[in-house]
């Protein structure tokens, strides 16, 4: 693989992260600093840290940058959720976030464990 930007788990957290930016837009103003800042913190995470892990020398330390990438997903799960139950999304923007959330995260962890066998 010569890029990280091949890699799934890349490509579609960055979709996340598109998708997360694109929606918190229409939430209400007074939450600009408060759960729009934290999920679209945790949304860049997830692909940020597949590429600054990619880039690493050791397959340890990749693992570990996936690792946290992983950890961003789970912020993100309880943000999403939180939006849904808040009433900041419907159901429909709920539905397409968390599948693609949990998307990742699947992603994530099958990636994990190849690294770790």
């Keep these: 693989m010569k ?4 890699l799934i788990a890349y490509q579609k957290g960055y979709q996340l992260c598109l998708k997360v930016y ?6 209400p103003k007074q939450e600009i600093y408060g759960l ?6 945790a949304a860049v995470s ?18 570990q940058f996936l690792r946290i990438a ?3 997903c789970s912020e993100l799960e309880t943000q999403i ?3 849904k139950d808040l009433g900041f999304i419907g159901a429909k923007d709920y539905r397409v976030l968390y599948e693609l959330q949990v998307e990742v995260t ?10 770790e066998k």
């Design 3 to 6: 890029s990280y930007k091949e």
């Design 81 to 83: 959720s939180l939006s």
């Design 36 to 41: 729009v800042s934290q999920m679209r913190r």
């Design 106 to 115: 699947k992603l994530l962890i099958k990636l994990i464990a190849s690294l």
């Design 22 to 27: 694109k929606t918190t837009t229409n939430y």
């Design 70 to 72: 992983l950890g961003s």
């Design 46 to 63: 997830i692909p940020s840290n597949i590429a600054e892990g990619y880039r690493r020398k050791t397959r340890k330390a990749y693992t």
